[in-house]
Every structure is written in C-alpha cells, then in structure tokens.
C-alpha cells in the first residue's frame, strides 16, 4: 500500500511539474519593437505590454535601434519557448533566418503594423489598412484642390518612407495610385520628375535625408518663383524635413497641402500651426488591443479573428491579417489624437 501511494506521489509530482511548466510558457509572451527613441513605438510597446499583462500574461518588452540587435533579441526569444512572438520589425526583410526556428518549434509568431518579408513562419498579421493610408492622403488632396471638378495644374511632390519597410511602398502606392490619373491629364504635375518610390524613398525614415532631398528639389526646380502646391509626406517627421528643407533655402511659398501620417506630437503641432495639413491618425489603442485578442486566441488554440484572407503577401505566403481602418485628421478634428511623447 505504501509503495502504491508513493508511486501516486510521485506522478502527481510529476503532472503538477509539467502543467507548471505548460502554463508558465502558455503565459510568456516575447514583445520586440523598434525604435524607443520615437514616441509612438514607445508608446506603442508599453500600451501592448500592459494590456498583455492585465490578460494575465507574463511580458518581456524589448526595443532595439538597428536591425542585428532585433536578430539577437528575436533568437534569444525563441529560445525561451513563449507561447508567442509579437514582432515590430525594425527592417521586415531581415528576420526569416531565425524565424525559421521559430516554425520549427510551433511558436505562433505575430506580425504587428510592419509585414515581416521572405518567410512563411509569421502566423499572423495585425495593422491598419496601409495601402489606405496613401490613398487618403491622396483623397484629401484630391477635395481640398477640386481636382474632380477639373482644377489645376498644380504641383506636386512626393516623400516616402524606407525601403527597408514594408509599408512604405504601400504608402506609396496608395497615393501614387490614386492621383496617377490627374498627374496623366496635367492637373498635377511633378517638375522634378521623382514618381518612381525607389527614387522618393527615404532611407531609414531619417528625416535628415528626406531634408537634404528636399532641399536639393526646392533649389533646382523651385528657384525661379514657381509655387510647390503639394507635398505628399509618408509621416510626420518626413513632412516637418520639407518645412525645414523651406526654410534652410528661404522658401517662402508653403505648400497649399501637406500630408503626413502618424499624428505624432510635431504633426499635431504643424497642424496646429497651420504648416501642415493633415496627417493620418492610426489609434495604437486598436490595434494594441487586437494584439491582445489574437494572442489570447492562439494561446487558447483557436483562431484569430481575422478580416483578409487574401490581399496580404509578403512574397512567400499570404499571411492571415486584421486590418484597421485609419482616420484623416487635421485642423477640423485634431483634438482626437492623443499624445504619445
């Protein structure tokens, strides 16, 4: 009798030892964002990691500032086995190398706002719908001008984000779509000639080199008097680079429209100060909170909810996605916007 219990003992030991371990990896979840210095992505891994934590989870938040240090971060993360990886990329084209072990060990692996490219161990994909951002931009343009109703030639400019993230080229695109048309009928015209987004790009999203562009396209084709009515920026720090790059060259003719995108705190101030027109407002709350939800679901074994099945590819694989709607903001509505300093 005394060796049965012992043997009982003994397995008990031995389930309450491996649920122990089940749940505390059930309840680990990795966060790895880029960019700490930049509000918003500050904001952003804070706000995930506290809502994680009131689900219950057990949170390990890191930032990086170049894309080796996420490499590293990323494989010491996959050895600690979490239930799942949420991953801002710092660049989308460099992490296939050690998310292939992250497939190998069954580690849901959670894209958040940037499509990680070249593999197919991202699970899921959680973001605004970024091809939109653009063509709001452009939208805007589009009223503000009474383009539809004829009106023009007008000038115009484009800035758009790093190449090495994903979503510049839908920015990209997104506007350069949609105003494609009107810059064919001559109601929009570019004197720099700068419509190819390899040629817009700008490199790291460092605002110092969208101002040296700028700078450049001011003094060549702007010298003589003639007016830059539009500049579509990718974001807010791209458009605040082409009102210095106006000042830097004492440029006085301000663009009729300026676009922007993250209603960061100098968007909000530019707009405030009537130097910017509008910028693009993509609430963190939403999609941190949907983060949430989907790491909830694939913890538990179910699915995501999820709302495109199949517009998101990141070159190997179509990617299941949720896509939040973005929101035009400026001088009408900007009280919305909250302060991510």
């Known amino acids: ?36 210095n930049s509000g918003i992505w500050k904001y952003v891994g804070e706000l995930c990691a506290q809502l994680m934590r009131e689900a219950n989870y057990e949170v390990d938040l890191q930032y990086c500032t170049d894309a080796a240090t996420q490499i590293e971060q990323l494989k010491e993360a996959i050895e600690k086995n979490p239930a799942a990886i949420v991953i801002g990329a710092q660049d989308t084209g460099a992490l296939a190398e050690p998310l292939a072990l992250a497939k190998e060990k069954g580690i849901p692996v959670i894209a958040y706002d940037r499509l990680i490219m070249h593999t197919d161990a991202v699970s899921y994909y959680a973001s605004f719908e970024n091809n939109s951002v653009g063509e709001f931009q452009a939208r805007y343009v589009e009223e503000k001008l ?85 500049v579509i920026a990718a974001n807010d720090d791209l458009a605040e680079a082409l009102i210095k790059a106006e000042q830097s060259v ?40 949907k983060i949430v939800r989907m790491v909830k679901a694939v913890t538990e074994g179910s699915q995501p909810a999820i709302n495109d099945v199949t517009n998101i590819r990141n070159d190997v694989m179509t990617i299941p996605s949720y896509l939040c709607i973005p929101m035009i903001v400026d001088i009408e509505n900007i009280g919305i916007v909250k302060d991510f300093r």
Do not use: H
């Not at 080229?169 to 064919?184: S, V």
């Not at 968007?267 to 027109?277: D, L, P």
């Open 1 to 36: 009798m005394r060796k049965i219990f012992l043997i009982l003992c003994l397995a008990v030991c031995t389930v309450l030892t491996g649920c122990g371990n089940e749940v505390g990896q059930k309840n680990t979840v990795e966060l790895l964002f880029p960019n700490p």
């Open 250 to 289: 004492g440029y006085n003719g301000a663009p009729t429209i300026l676009t922007g995108q993250d209603a960061g705190a100098n968007g909000v101030a530019n707009i405030k100060a009537g130097k910017q027109s509008m910028t693009i407002y993509k609430d963190p709350a939403i999609l941190c909170a």
């Open 146 to 230: 009474n383009l539809k109703s004829g009106a023009g030639p007008f000038t115009i400019e484009f800035i758009a984000g790093s190449p090495d993230d994903s979503n510049s080229t839908l920015f990209f695109n997104g506007a350069y779509d949609y105003l494609k048309p009107y810059i064919t009928k001559g109601q929009l015209v570019v004197p720099s000639g700068q419509t190819d987004f390899r040629a817009v790009a700008t490199d790291g999203w460092k605002p110092d080199n969208a101002q040296a562009r700028m700078t450049e396209i001011l003094r060549k084709y702007y010298s003589d008097g003639k007016s830059l009515n539009v």
